[in-house]
């Protein structure tokens, strides 16, 4: 059975990219929806009417939720024509400022999680499948008060670059979207919302068309994507300027 997998599925972009797979991936008979919010993923199952779901409740920063998924896959066997590696988060801060299990998070779902799960989903990815990789376009530099998130999303733009590149001869693409600020609760769970008036300031992306447009880059085989004339225009800024000047000016806050 043609599978899709998607992480992060319970909230913001995560929703959008199911509601939206079958108009991208109208070959695909069955999506797999991973985060920890059950009650969410049942919700969002009833109401993809038009494909086969399996609801998998697991907490990406704990080992078992890798070995389920293990079990999971050598038990099924799917033929997975698309991974969506969604699940993130971010936390507005210092580095040397409150908890450290904030800082740790992010590494451990940013970078981990997004690691492991493609070490295990690989395997039952065959010529033209895809993998699409969710960064920001805060891996395009530093940027601080959101100092670790911008490292593990710089992990993830340059990891999904060498597997592109990895995986050119079995046929198998990767690309990573990397969009500006949305209105979903990640700008609230992260204590953005009221804190930062430079990213506030920012043009908000469509989730919807995001996610539209992210998958259709996939389906081509594009490595990256990065949505809106602004953002497109301020990814080539951030290669061309002097690193310090666009630092300066992506701060999140004073």
Not at 62 to 89: D, H, I, M
Not at 157 to 172: A, D, P, Q, V, W
Request: hydrophobic residues 45%; contains cysteine.
């Amino acid at each position: 059975m043609k599978t899709a997998i998607l992480t992060g599925a319970s909230s913001g972009l995560g929703i959008q990219f199911a509601r939206q797979l079958k108009r991208v991936f109208p070959e695909v008979e069955e999506l797999w929806l991973i985060a920890r919010r059950q009650d969410r993923l049942e919700a969002l199952a009833a109401e993809l009417t038009d494909l086969k779901t399996v609801v998998l409740p697991l907490d990406l920063c704990r080992e078992e939720s890798f070995t389920a998924l293990r079990e999971k896959l050598a038990a099924e066997q799917p033929e997975v024509v698309l991974l969506l590696n969604n699940a993130g988060c971010g936390y507005l801060g210092n580095v040397g400022d409150g908890p450290l299990a904030r800082q740790t998070t992010m590494i451990d779902l940013n970078v981990r999680a997004l690691t492991v799960i493609t070490h295990l989903v690989l395997p039952y990815m065959k010529a033209g499948a895809h993998i699409l990789n969710t960064s920001s376009i805060a891996s395009f530099c530093a940027n601080a008060k959101l100092n670790t998130y911008s490292a593990t999303k710089a992990y993830v733009s340059s990891f999904t670059r060498g597997l592109s590149y990895e995986l050119r001869n079995r046929g198998i693409s990767a690309t990573a979207v990397c969009p500006g600020p949305m209105a979903t609760e990640f700008v609230t769970v992260g204590g953005i919302t009221g804190n930062s008036p430079e990213f506030e300031r920012l043009p908000y992306c469509d989730p919807q068309q995001v996610a539209l447009s992210a998958m259709t880059a996939a389906r081509h085989g594009h490595v990256f994507y990065t949505p809106t004339a602004f953002y497109k225009v301020y990814r080539v800024a951030a290669k061309l300027l002097p690193h310090a000047l666009v630092v300066r000016w992506a701060k999140c806050g004073d």
